[in-house]
């Protein structure tokens, strides 16, 4: 049965609609703050942001949307693509795989036969992704990092040190996956420094808005709405939203492929990157978890999103236009 409201929620324009939704799952309290790693810990509970980005530049928000957190895993999606860049899809494949594992993301497995680690998106293929990251010595490649970020977000971002400090003085799980892939020939022997740069690429600072503005890049075929800057050659999208969409979530990602339907990333940061292909991207901030990892608010905020405003890919969805004027209704509706 539908909660009490909801037509009132589907008969709203866009910001009208965010709005309700914000005040809909702004007083749900499930969930905990990550405290793994200690300075995520800190972070305030209570913080919630939806933001959406249109591919035609459109930009709605609502919430704790400027406030900036760490992007942590959600970081796996775009060092995918900068390594897609640097070697090919080819050589890519011959590193990581792409298929779903079914298990927590710091699962300490490889595929039995190729010896890979199974997808970018879980801790050990996203080492590995971000081991192939060129560039000579440190400096360079977290420039690149940092340069990446800036295309897709359209302004400079910075690493949280002490975010970062945290992160590498309590990653031992992360540094044993490095072994066990150096020992499998799956990266090269200069783990520290690829380690270091892994745990900065997660340390970058970003908000809500930001996460909108990159998914909505990655919605219009890798080009910046707002800067109209390239930030991935298109020839990858295809590679990076496949991955989003199967493995993005993870052991959440069939569930969320079959009541949501679009690909998606989420981090222990409490972020959510959603996107919806030539029409407009997603991001959702709420630090509050499920014992997934996933963001407890974020995933009702995405489950909602999709089903009123029909947005499952392989449902009859919205053809996208001027999303501010229009008014929404379930998939269906006359």
Not at 54 to 77: A, M, R
Not at 209 to 230: C, F, H, Q, S, Y
Not at 277 to 291: E, R, W
Request: glycine share 8%; hydrophobic share 40%; proline share 4%.
């Amino acid at each position: 049965m539908d909660n009490p409201g909801d037509s009132e929620i589907v008969s709203s324009p866009l910001p009208e609609f965010l709005n309700d939704l914000h005040s809909k799952y702004k007083s749900l309290q499930e969930g905990a703050v990550a405290n793994y790693i200690p300075e995520l810990a800190k972070v305030n509970p209570d913080l919630f942001s939806i933001c959406i980005v249109t591919v035609d530049g459109q930009s709605y928000e609502v919430g704790d949307y400027k406030q900036l957190f760490t992007i942590q895993s959600i970081s796996k999606v775009f060092a995918y693509g900068l390594a897609l860049e640097d070697h090919g899809r080819d050589y890519v494949l011959t590193r990581v795989g792409v298929e779903p594992t079914g298990e927590a993301f710091n699962a300490i497995i490889l595929d039995e036969q190729s010896k890979r680690p199974y997808n970018p998106m879980v801790n050990a293929g996203a080492i590995a992704t971000t081991s192939l990251i060129k560039g000579a010595g440190a400096t360079e490649r977290l420039n690149r990092v940092l340069d990446m970020y800036r295309r897709y977000i359209g302004r400079d971002v910075f690493v949280d040190i002490s975010l970062f400090t945290s992160e590498r003085s309590t990653g031992h799980r992360n540094r044993a996956m490095a072994h066990l892939m150096l020992n499998f020939g799956m990266i090269d022997q200069n783990i520290e420094e690829s380690l270091d740069l892994y745990f900065k690429q997660c340390s970058a600072m970003v908000n809500c808005r930001d996460l909108a503005v990159m998914a909505a890049t990655l919605a219009n075929k890798g080009i910046n709405p707002l800067t109209e800057e390239r930030a991935v050659e298109s020839r990858y999208i295809k590679d990076i939203l496949s991955v989003m969409y199967t493995c993005g979530m993870y052991n959440f990602a069939g569930e969320w492929a079959y009541k949501i339907g679009i690909p998606a990333k989420s981090g222990v940061c409490g972020g959510i990157i959603a996107v919806v292909p030539n029409q407009m991207g997603i991001g959702v901030f709420s630090p509050l978890l499920d014992i997934r990892g996933n963001s407890v608010r974020g995933v009702k905020v995405c489950e909602e999103l999709s089903q009123r405003l029909g947005l499952h890919l392989f449902e009859c969805s919205n053809s996208g236009g001027n999303f501010g004027e229009t008014v929404f209704k379930p998939c269906g509706d006359e």
